[in-house]
T-cell receptor, first 118, second 109 residues
């Protein structure tokens, strides 16, 4: 399957600082990428859908000014958590959508970024 | 509003076939059945998907009933590395993936 990478894999930061997470599709081009968040013992929750060259679409309840998403190329999307607070500590996972045979679309996920805000 | 129902947990002996059921009685004609799994502290891994025909790849087989109201993911020879949470998701093309609570599969040595 296609490969999606994330960087960094984990980050610890002080409250009030901003953190940028990168998501790359390594062997395919992705016009659409997605950002998810997962709290301990819970399932993945979609935060936003990122389309190359246009503004991201945020899910209800997700603050777009706090979670800045940039999808500047077909292989890179970034999520910036601005003014991070301890409640933003979570596992952030991106995915990229590959269009494959017969118009079937498949999302491939990155390994995730664990954020701890002190 | 979950579109799928899965048992919360299952055990399977190492080396045996693991059969994971999923009910999706309200599936629409244009919705595919996707399976992903998530090993602890990792991102979800794509396994397989299908529309109405049975599918097989190097990881698993997907059996979809004729009425498409349920499906079964089969891992033919389970290993300890198959211990994970398995998610069954129904989704039409261009719709977002919505994860439920999945089935926690534990492979027993």
């Amino acid at each position: 399957g296609a490969v999606v990478s994330q960087h960094p894999s984990w980050v610890i930061c002080k409250s009030g600082t901003s953190v940028k997470i990168e998501c790359r599709s390594l062997d395919f081009q992705a016009t659409t990428m997605f950002w998810y968040r997962q709290f301990p013992k819970q399932s993945l929750m979609l935060m936003a859908t990122s389309n190359e060259g246009s503004k991201a679409t945020y899910e209800q309840g997700v603050e777009k000014d706090k979670f800045l998403i940039n999808h500047a190329s077909l292989t890179l999307s970034t999520l910036t958590v601005t003014s991070a607070h301890p409640e933003d500590s979570s596992f952030y996972i991106c995915s990229a959508e590959e269009l494959i045979r017969d118009s079937k679309e498949t999302q491939y996920f990155g390994p995730g970024t664990r954020l701890l805000v002190l | 509003d979950a579109k799928t129902t899965q048992p919360p947990s299952m055990d399977c002996a190492e080396g045996r076939a693991a059969n994971l059921p999923c009910n999706h009685s309200t599936i629409s004609g244009n919705e595919y059945v996707y399976w992903y799994r998530q090993i602890h502290s990792q991102g979800p891994q794509y396994i397989i998907h299908g529309l109405k025909n049975n599918e097989t790849n190097e990881m698993a087989s997907l059996i979809i009933t004729e009425d498409r109201k349920s499906s079964t993911l089969i891992l033919p020879h389970a290993t300890l590395r198959d211990t994970a949470v398995y998610y069954c998701i129904v989704r039409a093309v261009s719709e977002k993936l919505t994860f439920g609570t999945g089935t926690r599969l534990t492979i027993i040595p």
